[in-house]
Nanobody, 118 residues
Framework: QVQLVESGGGLVQAGKSLKLDCQSS????????AVWYRQAPGGKRNLVAF???????????DSSMKGRLTISRANDGAKAPLYLEIQGLRPEDTAVYFC????????WGQGTHVTVVS
């Protein structure tokens, strides 16, 4: 069973930055589309960023986070980690952040908690 492990979250003050990390136990890192979601307390899981390897393009559908996110992937093989850097954190960014890859059976991890305090 594929396992994804997200890390890098924590308790931070508003205005600071975090870089989240996603490691896979298999070759998911080679898949074309890598995705980050977030789920705020009591809320739905929302798409925040995705990266398409074949075109090397990044997309940020969540307008509330536009200009503050950078999704990236290392190029060192099929287990290459996936990253999400969040700048200018706000209390409303408090959520669990999940990574996944577009696949016939999308793998998921437990997420990493980000708590932003003012």
């Amino acid at each position: 069973q594929v396992q994804l492990v997200e890390s890098g979250g924590g308790l931070v003050q508003a205005g600071k930055s975090l870089k989240l990390d996603c490691q896979s136990s298999d070759t998911s890192g080679a898949r074309d589309t890598a995705v980050w979601y977030r789920q705020a307390p009591g809320g739905k899981r929302n798409l925040v960023a995705f990266h398409i390897r074949s075109s090397d393009t990044a997309h940020y559908p969540d307008s509330s986070m536009k200009g503050r996110l950078t999704i990236s992937r290392a190029n060192d093989g099929a287990k290459a980690p996936l990253y999400l850097e969040i700048q200018g954190l706000r209390p409303e960014d408090t959520a669990v952040y999940f990574c996944t890859y577009v696949a016939p059976v999308a793998p998921w991890g437990q997420g990493t908690h980000v708590t932003v305090v003012s």
